[in-house]
């Protein structure tokens, strides 16, 4: 069993890029958990992967024509799906 870490993540921006920072975030295996509208901006929550989210400010500003911003704290470790285990063990080995 492999542990990685979760990060919560908030996004806000402009409702018209909601789909696509929304994707962006599943891309990464994120977990959305929740949307609510604040005065025509939408906040999404979701949990990602910490290895997931290198370089998303860069890719955040791209989606939303730099019209979006994120937090993002450590939430908690979550045991890694079996398959990205199998490759990290594979890769540790050698083999």
């Known amino acids: 069993v492999i542990l990685e ?6 996004v806000a921006g402009p409702e018209q ?3 696509d920072l929304i994707g962006d975030l599943s891309s990464r ?5 929740g949307m609510e509208n604040r005065g025509g901006t939408t906040i999404v929550r979701a949990h990602v992967p910490l290895d997931r989210v ?4 860069t890719d955040i500003r791209s989606l939303s024509q730099g019209r979006a911003t994120y937090t993002m704290e450590f939430e908690r470790y979550r045991e890694m799906p079996a398959e990205l285990a199998k490759e990290i063990i594979s890769r540790a080995k050698g083999t």
């Open 54 to 57: 290198f370089g998303y400010a």
């Open 29 to 33: 295996r994120g977990q959305i958990e």
């Open 5 to 10: 870490p979760i990060m919560a993540v908030e």
């Open 17 to 19: 890029f909601v789909g």
